[in-house]
């Protein structure tokens, strides 16, 4: 368990702590790109550097389908910047963690490219209770082990199209979610239990208000919600 | 108007998609890690990912939308249970709950 020795041990720590179910649940969730992206008319290669450039999977969906009912690049750009917006909160709630650490704050402009849910849970279970200089190592070597799986899932995904059963396919897609929901459910401070019971609640209900923007929505309101009902018991008990 | 070239449509999903991630790094250097501000874009981080799985589960799209919702919630149930029963392991949890989908969907078809 954390801390170790140096930040190259971290990395390492980050590698081995990627493999296993978050790197199982990436490739199940990029297999499932990969064949939607082929019956889009992708190329291999620009299924997998989809994968390696947009690095989301609403946001790739969102392109997938669009590119195959020939959308034009304004479409598309709307479209995956909308899907993508949530990268913005959890940029800014990811990197003032790393920033101690962190010598020169350009790598920062890297390193985001690297963030996905998975990769920002990773980093977010761990990091905090890390030495300062060892927090952006260990997010690398779990980001390194995710981005591999993603590419690779991806590859494999586009080349078995419409040979796995759909079952299989079925199982790979609901790893996803499952995991996330289980992690989420893990979260102890108080702060983000609320959040997270409150975004799960209203989630889905201002999705069918607003497909496009129910989740900004969600997550500004359950998440301003969260803030003042933690900042009222904090009150309380002082 | 004639279809646009693959390695454009790449480079401008790159460039819609790291815009947020681009932006999130030019203002979090301005954001004390144990301030108020935090606290609250980590709240808004959380209330957004856990509205995003619900949506998944409850309302998705794809493969899954061809699943029952009390499926989909069963599995949930279960994966949660043994969680939480089992100290915790969040490698049973997942593999019970994506286990129960499959075995539902299997009973179902038969």
Redesign the interface.
């Known amino acids: 368990m954390p801390p170790y020795a140096d930040p190259r041990q971290a990395y390492f720590a980050g590698l081995i702590d990627a493999v296993g179910l978050p790197a199982l649940v990436v490739l199940g969730s990029m297999i499932g790109f990969g064949s939607l992206a082929r019956e889009s008319g992708f190329a291999l290669w620009l299924a997998v550097a989809t994968t390696g450039a947009v690095w989301s999977l609403p946001g790739q969906m969102a392109m997938a389908e669009l590119y195959s009912v020939g959308a034009s690049a304004a479409a598309i750009a709307v479209a995956v910047s909308v899907a993508n917006l949530r990268f913005l909160p959890m940029a800014l709630a990811m990197l003032p963690v790393f920033r101690q650490g962190v010598r020169h704050q350009g790598w920062n402009y890297i390193l985001v490219l690297l963030l996905s849910v998975n990769t920002w849970t990773g980093a977010m279970r761990r990091c905090p209770h890390l030495p300062h200089d060892q927090r952006a190592p260990y997010y690398l070597g779990f980001s390194t082990v995710c981005m591999g799986a993603g590419l690779v899932g991806t590859a494999a995904g586009f080349v078995l199209a419409g040979v796995l059963p759909r079952t299989v396919t079925l199982g790979l897609v609901f790893l996803n979610p499952i995991y996330f929901a289980l992690v989420f459910a893990d979260v102890r401070q108080r702060s983000g239990v609320l959040a997270l019971a409150a975004g799960a609640v209203i989630g889905p209900l201002v999705h069918l208000l607003s497909p496009v923007w129910g989740l900004v929505v969600t997550g500004v309101v359950a998440g301003t919600a969260a803030y003042l009902l933690d900042e009222a018991l904090e009150r309380r008990r002082a | ?1 004639p ?2 070239q ?1 390695w ?3 480079v ?14 030019a ?3 301005h ?3 144990t301030g ?1 501000l ?22 998705p ?4 939308a061809a ?1 029952p919702l009390i499926d ?1 919630l069963g ?2 149930a279960v ?2 249970g043994l ?2 029963l089992f100290r ?1 392991n ?2 049973l ?2 593999v019970a ?3 129960t ?2 075995a539902l ?2 009973i179902r078809a038969s």
């Open positions: 108007m279809d646009p693959p454009f449509i790449l401008v999903a790159f460039a819609a998609n790291y815009l947020w991630r681009g932006l999130g790094v203002i979090s250097g954001i004390s890690p108020g935090f606290k609250w874009v980590s709240c808004v981080a959380y209330a957004l990912l856990a509205g995003l799985i619900a949506r998944i589960i409850v309302l799209v794809g493969l899954l699943t989909r599995a949930v994966a949660m969680f939480f915790r969040l490698v949890g997942t709950g994506v286990a989908i499959v969907t299997l």
